[in-house]
């Protein structure tokens, strides 16, 4: 079984440039998740998405982050314009249910590094 | 609201050693707990979870959890490390809650294992 696919794996950029980050989950998941995993902390959830439809993005800089999943499969996450302090890892995640019991699965992510 | 404390942020050890990496959580409901590992430049992958039941949980790779509700505790051991283990370690909580699967992550402890 394919696991998560994210691209790219890494992406430089300077501050007020725009980006994005593409993610394909796990076939049949039907939640999707972005986080943000800023060095020396945990991830913390940006999005989640169930089919099409946005769940959760309480803590979504929406000033400047966008997201998308059209048709329900793969997802965008944009960001635009970017600030120094956008500079993490992008984890996308899929979870084939979403109660709070299913096991979330991890791509490698997208390393962002604003300059 | 609930939070994750992993009160070290680093553990050093000897290979074939035992080890614990330590969480604590608050929740004014009940949670799911979870442990994840990270390897370098890769996602995040399931160790183990607690959802009901046995409070001794175990997990992939030989690691063990053993859930606490007084101490408000899920404490991952294992008795006998291997290089192999080095990694980045994250305990997580979440929400029985339908349709919501938000995971909430300590910080991480960095296991480093000497030869």
């Known amino acids: 079984e394919a696991g998560v696919a994210q691209s790219p794996r890494y992406k430089i950029i300077e501050k007020r440039q725009s980006v994005a980050f593409w993610c394909n989950p796990i076939?049949?998941?039907?939640?999707l998740y972005w986080y943000q995993q800023i060095l020396g902390q945990g991830p913390k959830l940006l999005i989640q998405f169930q089919n099409n439809g946005v769940v959760d993005d309480s803590q979504l800089p929406k000033d400047r982050f966008s997201a998308e999943r059209l048709k329900g499969v793969d997802s965008t996450l944009k960001i635009q314009p970017a600030k120094l302090e956008d500079s993490a890892v992008y984890l996308c995640?899929?979870?084939?249910?979403?109660?709070?019991?299913?096991?979330?699965?991890f791509g490698p992510g997208t390393r962002l590094l604003v300059l | 609201a609930q939070s994750v404390t992993q009160l070290d942020s680093q553990v050093p050890v000897f290979e074939e050693a035992p080890v614990e990496l330590r969480c604590n959580y608050s929740s004014s409901v009940s949670v799911y707990l979870f442990w994840y590992v990270q390897y370098p430049n890769q996602g995040l992958q399931l160790l183990l979870k607690?959802?009901?039941?046995?409070?001794l949980v175990k997990g992939i790779n030989g690691f063990e959890a053993e859930f606490n509700k007084s101490q408000t505790s899920f404490h991952l051991r294992k008795p006998s490390v291997h290089i192999s283990d080095t990694a980045e370690y994250f305990c997580?909580?979440?929400?029985?809650?339908?349709?919501?699967?938000?995971?909430?992550f300590g910080a991480g402890t960095r296991l480093a294992v000497h030869p």
């Open positions: 076939s049949g998941h039907a939640t």
């Open positions: 995640a899929s979870s084939s249910g979403q109660g709070g019991q299913e096991t979330q699965y």
């Open positions: 997580a909580v979440s929400v029985p809650r339908s349709g919501y699967n938000k995971l909430i």
């Open positions: 607690y959802l009901s039941g046995s409070t």
